[in-house]
């Protein structure tokens, strides 16, 4: 089926094949070359408050607009599909005088927004027809639970460990008024007016129950501005998840979500999502040379090979020393540092979206990466891995950690279930 | 020449063909179906600094990388070109000190950069290696001289009476921290992140002769979206651009850009832009029932058929009357103050771009559009229009006018040439 075969190959900084657009058989140029030029809304279905997904004699969407994943299923969407163009981050507190009842009703109305959403159709009846022209765009909407949701919603008992707050950093620089919240919606698609238009179906389904904590909006490259797909770049310049687990692997549902009769039961097949709002420093980044850039990452800019030889995918050769004996991949490069083997096998996927707000109070791009990663517990994902970072990473110089969040992102719903009923209604 | 092309065929607001894509040949699955899964980056011209657009031999990009817009020609780019996926907008004052010696130096510095990323190539020597993989994305850059720039480089012979500032307007809510600039640069890609290494190239081109002065990002649908190429929706869900002039109008020429004989003789082939950040204020907006939403346009949400009938491309009745005698377009509507034979025949092309930056400091959406005109003379375009709708626009309560600038943007450059060129060395 086509739809499963999106989960199946856009995995997050592997290459994707966009099967569903693949498995229309329709090129692009085929439907390009019936459009005229007189600029007829044909797509829009005529005076309709609502809208609904084409059916499958209409004309076909290309292949952009008819990439669909899927809402119902084993594990949440927005987390093994592939980079899309455009996110939104939102977090919501309860508001005052919100609990649990409020909290079910408000993730019954959020399933069910993005299920509809996700299929290319209205949010409801009051729908703001910003996305109608186009098709799913392969919207993702993925919710989470923060520290505070449980004390709010008298669910102590049920909150999950791994939520326990990250330990501080060092090199933390955290603006708190961006950073956690009891509810977190992780927002993708490959259009910017379809992921627009489900943010504000979405803070419009929040009504009185919760109000927005902070915001952020990111992208990704556009499907088709490469010439094949390829490990995405950030705004440095670099490859960025070429060591990403990859479904593929043996160990990958271990590593990235809760196991089936794991703890506690609402988050069987559910992950942990940390996210980290990471400004790049990149007046003083772009100064350095191409070998300095190179040495702080440890891997090749152009094609992310390591400085040890080879490709992209070779494995880094980390004992390979230069004619004076130094270590071809210093001792503090990025690389370095961050292999999984080198963790005790910690092991995250890595699902950013980069980030541009312009120009920041003190003169400088507020531009960076919302790294967002996903794994079955954070003390043996992201912590680890960040404590080595904070100790002795050539890349802490030219990168501020400016926000920080920590979510249970609880299984996928399964038809006729909203997302976090087993925890809602357990 | 397919690149010609896309140049005719893209026009805000007016299907496109994006024939570039069209004339390679090549089907998006063709190229697809023979991709591994194993994330070679084989668009990455291994450990080189810079890197040069693929030769026509090497593996062909996608649609949406592919497609290239001339930086030599008439009329600069950017201005018939269809919208982009992405754009940013960057107005620079001249820093003390420098005057026509140095602005030349930029232009000169500016144009070259712009030449070749437009064609796919690296900046030059320092190049963030940002948008390596990609294709030149429909890149376009535009440049254009504000009101003070005359003044500090000793030209005010030369500044055109078309930028004498524009009036005020009594809705108008201007910051003028985020208005006017002595230079202007307008960038549009339809890949975010070509856009933004188009933007930190022009940057750094500006070293000591110019500093940002304000910085703005927008975006539009991404290409393959829709079903087929139709008019633009913006943030309010409306169609946006349907009265647009089109190239093919007898008097398009005349209306939008500066005669070859014009005055002064500088200006020839330019255009005047006229750029205003029109915040929507969506949580009102969402709140009017579809009805009342049309009744504000004069024209059909879903279709932009006007409301006395017909589709999108049917003239508007203004004489038409309902059962009571009252107007089916009401005399309020936007539609109708804007037509453009009721303001004695001014017209501008419209070419914007979307914007969202989250959440404003008044807790509501810092969201609508970067909009952004041309014409042969705004007192003849922008103003009267305008000054129709200050007094009387339905559509005034749910929008506020919170940034202006006017710039006289030069012909396109010749070969050997750079942009203002003329003005500079005249």
């Known amino acids: 089926m086509a739809d499963q075969s999106i989960q199946e190959a856009r995995t997050p900084g592997v290459p994707t094949t966009r099967s569903s657009s693949d498995a229309s058989g329709i090129s692009r140029r ?119 949701f449980f004390g709010r919603t008298g669910l102590e008992k049920q909150r999950p460990a791994a939520l326990d707050p990250l330990p501080d950093f060092s090199s933390d620089r955290l603006d708190k008024a961006r950073s956690d919240g009891d509810l977190w919606v992780q927002i993708g698609a490959d259009d910017a007016l379809v992921a627009f238009h489900a943010l504000r179906a979405l803070q419009k389904d929040a009504g009185s129950a919760a109000r927005v904590r902070w915001q952020m909006n990111g992208f990704n490259r556009t499907p088709g501005a ?96 230069d004619a004076k004996g130094d270590y071809v991949v210093p001792l503090n490069a990025h690389a370095r540092i ?37 794994q079955a517990d954070p003390l043996r994902g992201f912590v680890p891995v960040q404590r080595k970072l904070d100790r002795g990473d050539a890349l802490s110089a030219y990168i501020r950690h400016e926000a920080s969040g920590l979510f249970a992102v609880p299984g996928g719903a399964a038809k006729g279930e909203y997302v976090g009923q087993r925890l809602l209604e357990g």
């Not at 797909?229 to 998840?241: C, H, S």
């Open 30 to 148: 085929a439907l390009l070359g019936t459009a005229g030029a007189t600029g007829l809304a044909l797509g829009a279905a005529g005076g309709a408050v609502g809208y609904a997904a084409a059916p499958a004699s209409a004309t076909p969407l290309t292949s952009v607009g008819s990439g669909r994943a899927m809402f119902h299923g084993k594990h949440q969407p927005g987390i093994t599909e592939g980079l899309q163009a455009r996110g939104h981050l939102v977090a919501f507190d309860l508001a005052p005088g919100a609990g649990r009842r409020e909290a079910a009703a408000l993730l019954r109305r959020w399933s069910a927004t993005a299920e509809r959403l996700m299929a290319g159709e209205a949010a409801g009846h009051d729908d703001t027809g910003v996305a109608q022209d186009a098709g799913p765009s392969s919207l993702t909407v993925t919710f989470g639970f923060g520290y505070g």
């Open 226 to 321: 490469t010439a094949r797909p390829m490990t995405a770049r950030n705004l440095m310049g670099q490859l960025d998840g070429t060591r990403n687990p990859k479904p593929a692997d043996a160990d990958f549902d271990q590593r990235i979500f809760v196991p089936a009769a794991g703890e506690p039961a609402w988050m069987a097949n559910g992950s942990y999502a940390v996210v980290r709002r990471i400004r790049m420093l990149l007046d003083d980044w772009e100064q350095l040379s191409l070998t300095a850039q190179e040495q702080v990452i440890g891997r090749r800019k152009a094609d992310g090979a390591p400085l040890s030889g080879g490709d992209e995918t070779t494995e880094m050769d980390l004992d390979k020393a």
């Open 338 to 374: 961050t292999r999984p083997d080198r963790n005790g096998g910690a092991a995250m996927l890595r699902r950013p979206f980069s980030y541009h707000d312009g120009i920041g109070a003190d003169g400088t791009p507020d531009a960076g990466l919302l790294f967002i990663c996903w």
